[in-house]
């Protein structure tokens, strides 16, 4: 204790905790230095950059085309949203119309990735209270979602499956009958997380109060997503800025409002049943014809001078692509907003003062933060 | 006197190694069991035995000599409390083996490994030992107001006196007659054995696994000792004291591994508490149990006729 210590009353110890880089309580290659009174954080100092990768100076020296082989990286737990926002920008930018069934596809691709992510970020929060047979149970069904990426792409966690145009490769046969079975499959699992987890009284006393973010500290703070939605405002990207083919589909945005950390990970477990949905309709929905319009030899494939941004509703919100671009075979700029950058960066130095020690890990989880997105 | 005393110190050392090997054999099978739970296929249930003798066979570094003293006097009051248990028909010290003496040994272990890994310096393990003493004192009480109703019940403190009177089958067993304070102390088990809701001192997202950040090698090679005969120990005493002990040593760690397959069945679908929560729940429902238990043994007359 005394190598932390920073002062000492006759009540409280003062002293320095890190929860992270290495540490089982923070997500990815982060860290939060806590400045401690007993139990209680009294100050919070996060100290990102532990990264090292530098994505989108990176971008600058590459071509159009190699950046999509980078640029999931962002997102390790939901890597696609990255080349779909990506391909999106660089489509509208070059006047590519991207055909029908390739847009379907990419629906499947991103709705897939959010409930694989969603997976995850629910399993995050069994990691941080010890409830590791949830953690175990999801990530286990998470992984009938990579088999049929694999199946896919040939990449279970990277795809790099999207390119200007449309996607590398058709449908598999069989594919959408898989697809079927598992969306089967997992609808019948869900009474039984919603039993085992959202049911469970210490869950429930462990998360429900925690973290309250209101409506206003949350549109303020830059919150997209579903810690958004958590705490009342309905925004979607999907809804309110429909791209690719969501205008044609049926879905609803579920509503908690609550603002607590319970309310956020419910938030998440509703808008799964959701994608579901989505996924069923697409399943019946799409139409035969090609998965990709043709577009130039890569080495030549120049972006016409301008600048767009694109954006995609994620499983942690809105992330988008400032795209500049100067006419040349690579980007002039490219800038990258992702969801967790305003929660984990800017609002955590808020949310966590004053909490104890035990929640902070509950708190960072349910969040759903993914601190790549951070050091970009 | 010499031969006497050699015999004796063989037969501690070897009621040690067998508690260890037990205790090892438990956890493993418990890895097993809770990995069959969550749908994974689990490491070998020697995996325990493997694990100890790679920590064993590392270099280790230590934080003082308050670092290395505190983690001997963690695992020798364990040891030394091991000898008064009766273990089947056997005993090694049966004229010593009280209750206070052996619930005594068990908390200076835990003192001693406080004072070894708050040596470390790290805020990590202050936090998970100061967690770890406030959960005794939260299970302590119940399992002192359950020892107490034994004690009222039994009219004698000492454990081989407490098994003796509950030879004769099943229906003279004190959980049959004492089932509240079987259910209190079960469920003080469960703290005693820091397994879910009750990990709390060790909690990994929390606090980096608290006391045993530091340890490596050697010293979490001991740490696992004192888990694993403190698991022998525990589950030891309750068999003693409301499970009739046993007549033999198969029959006694058979009737360990139930008391220990209910603990880890719980730990397996529950989540972690916040510590002020676990100690306020031991001083509710496990010390109400654990009281009216003695209330009950008072009315039934045992006590007011002495």
């Not at chain 1, 290495?22 to 939060?32: L, R, V």
């Not at chain 2, 835990?110 to 005794?136: F, Q």
Request: a neutral charge; charged letters at 20%.
């Amino acid at each position: 204790m005394e190598l932390n210590l920073l002062k000492e009353s006759n009540d409280y110890k003062y002293y320095e905790l890190f929860i992270g880089p290495n540490h089982p309580g923070i997500e990815g290659n982060f860290s939060y230095v806590l400045k401690m009174k007993g139990h209680s954080v009294e100050e919070v100092t996060p100290d990102p950059g532990l990264l090292h990768r530098g994505f989108e100076k990176l971008m600058e020296r590459r071509l159009w085309t190699q950046n999509l082989a980078l640029i999931p990286r962002i997102c390790v737990p939901e890597p696609d949203v990255n080349e779909v926002a990506y391909c999106l920008g660089v489509e509208h930018m070059m006047g590519i119309d991207v055909p029908k069934r390739a847009q379907y596809i990419r629906v499947i691709v991103l709705e897939l990735a959010r409930i694989a992510s969603f997976l995850f970020g629910m399993s995050g929060l069994g990691g941080t209270t010890g409830h590791y047979t949830s953690v175990q149970w999801l990530i286990g069904d998470r992984d009938y979602i990579l088999d049929l990426f694999e199946w896919l792409t040939g990449g279970r966690v990277y795809h790099i499956y999207q390119y200007p145009g449309g996607v590398k490769n058709d449908l598999p046969e069989g594919w959408l009958d898989k697809l079927s079975d598992f969306l089967d499959y997992l609808e019948k699992r869900l009474p039984e997380y919603d039993k085992f987890i959202f049911k469970n009284p210490i869950i429930q006393k462990r998360t429900v109060g925690l973290g309250y973010i209101s409506a206003e500290d949350a549109i303020e703070n830059g919150l997209t997503g579903p810690n958004l939605r958590a705490s009342g405002v309905m925004y979607d990207i999907r809804k309110a800025q429909p791209y690719l083919v969501y205008s044609e589909l049926d879905f609803d945005i579920p509503k908690t409002g609550d603002g607590d950390a319970f309310s956020r990970v419910l938030q998440r477990r509703l808008e799964l049943s959701e994608s579901i949905k989505i996924l069923r309709q697409c399943i019946e929905q799409i139409p035969e014809g090609p998965h990709r319009t043709k577009v130039p030899n890569p080495f030549q494939f120049r972006v016409p001078k301008g600048s767009y941004y694109s954006k995609v509703e994620s499983s942690r919100g809105e992330f988008g692509y400032y795209i500049v671009s100067d006419g040349d075979v690579k980007p002039y700029r490219v800038y990258v907003r992702g969801p967790s950058y305003s929660i984990g960066l800017y609002y955590a130095t808020k949310a966590l003062v004053g909490m104890r020690i035990e929640d902070v890990p509950v708190w960072i989880h349910t969040t759903d933060m993914c601190p790549p997105d951070f050091d970009r | 006197m010499v031969i006497e005393f050699l015999i004796k110190l063989a037969q501690g050392l070897g009621i040690g190694a067998l508690a260890l090997a037990t205790g090892l054999l438990f956890g493993g099978i418990g890895r097993k069991i809770i990995a069959r739970i969550q749908r994974r296929y689990g490491p070998p249930f020697t995996q325990n035995y493997i694990d100890l003798f790679k920590l064993f066979s590392k270099g280790s570094v230590s934080h003082g000599w308050a670092f290395d003293l505190g983690l001997v006097a963690g695992f020798a009051p364990m040891l030394a409390a091991l000898m008064f248990l009766p273990i089947g028909p056997f005993t090694l010290l049966p004229s010593d083996s009280s209750l206070i003496m052996i619930v005594y040994l068990m908390m200076m272990a835990y003192l001693g490994m406080a004072m070894g890994v708050l040596a470390s310096g790290n805020p990590n393990s202050a936090i998970g030992m100061s967690r770890a003493l406030m959960l005794m004192a939260g299970y302590e009480v119940p399992f002192a107001a359950v020892i107490f109703s034994v004690y009222l019940f039994s009219k004698t403190g000492y454990l081989t006196q407490i098994v003796a009177q509950q030879a004769g089958g099943f229906m003279n067993w004190n959980i049959v007659k004492m089932p509240l304070g079987f259910l209190a102390i079960e469920i003080a088990l469960q703290g005693m054995l820091g397994e879910k809701p009750f990990d709390q001192a060790i909690a990994p997202a929390e606090i980096a696994s608290g006391p045993m950040v530091e340890l490596g090698g050697k010293y979490l090679g001991f740490g696992m000792i004192q888990h694993s005969v403190g698991l022998f120990l525990e589950t030891g005493i309750v068999v003693d004291l409301f499970l009739g002990g046993a007549p033999n040593f198969w029959i006694f760690i058979a009737k360990q591994f139930v008391l220990y397959f209910i603990v880890i069945l719980v730990d397996a679908i529950l989540p972690r508490l916040r510590i002020h929560e676990s100690t306020s729940f031991f001083w509710k429902l496990p010390l109400f149990l654990g009281i009216l238990q003695a209330v009950i043994v008072i009315i039934q007359g045992g006590v007011l006729n002495v």
